[in-house]
């Protein structure tokens, strides 16, 4: 029994020696998707997920600093460990839970389809056929367009970020584009450059690709962190914070039956 005690108590100081004290926690975004995070002219990033993930990590008692990373590699360098954790809008789906795990659920995130008003095209291939769709590289839109659009005859056309897609739609080198429809009604349709666009039929919903909802994605190996940020979401739902940030930016309920 001594022998038993004296194993265990070993075991306990060996885990507690190797379990890594969180302070600082690095944060990969791709900033180019207002409002939920993008650059100010300060080089800070701001928006709803930055305001958030400030309250998080207050509440977590650490000290985030964010990293830019195009969405395509944000996957790949969480892995490589040049930051610990992706705040980025990043919608949850089984091939990215292969490669990384996920906190509790951010907002709704689905997806919507915007052309110039008046345009007839729906989101079906059958519409599309013939025409340029733009998305982001590395989105679960391109997943969605690829794996359902592009092989009945629809050009599916890869940005590095969502504002060079924006940044074509505009100058007419698009038909339309695939993107989030909180973000795009927010960041784009309500401003000055969305002027002369709008949605294209309805939300586009495929779990495989599209996704149910956001998440913070974190290496599979780090499971304090997870419950740290899981633990403090928690708090912000119940304190106010999250709805008080909400209101915000948007005059939607971006996570609806929390």
């Known amino acids: 029994m001594k022998k038993f005690a004296l194993c265990v108590a070993l075991a306990v100081m060996a885990t507690s020696a190797t379990a890594k004290e969180w302070k600082t926690v690095r944060i990969g975004v791709d900033a180019s998707y207002p409002p939920f995070e993008s650059v100010a002219p300060s080089g800070q990033v701001v928006g709803f997920d930055a305001d958030l993930t400030q309250a998080l990590c207050a509440r977590m008692n650490v000290r985030c600093v964010w990293i830019q990373q195009d969405l395509d590699g944000i996957i790949p360098a969480l892995k490589g460990k040049k930051y610990d954790a992706i705040v980025s809008s990043l919608t949850v789906t089984d091939k990215r839970r292969e490669q990384i795990d996920f906190s509790d659920k951010l907002f709704d995130a689905p997806a919507r389809m915007i052309a110039k008003a008046g345009s007839p ?136 039956g929390r």
């Open 121 to 256: 095209l729906l989101p079906t291939p059958e519409s599309l056929k013939g025409k340029r769709v733009g998305v982001e590289q590395g989105s679960t839109q391109e997943a969605y367009a690829k794996a359902w659009w592009e092989p009945k005859g629809v050009t599916v056309v890869p940005y590095q970020n969502q504002d060079q897609v924006y940044a074509d739609l505009a100058s007419g080198r698009l038909d339309a584009t695939l993107q989030d429809e909180i973000q795009a009604d927010a960041g784009f349709l309500k401003t000055p450059r969305g002027k002369g666009f709008a949605w294209a039929g309805p939300d586009v919903k495929d779990p495989k690709t599209i996704g149910e909802g956001t998440a913070i994605g974190l290496r599979k190996e780090d499971t304090e962190l997870k419950a740290m940020f899981n633990k403090a979401l928690a708090q912000v739902h119940q304190d106010g914070t999250f709805r008080k940030l909400e209101k915000q930016y948007f005059d939607v309920d971006i996570y609806p």
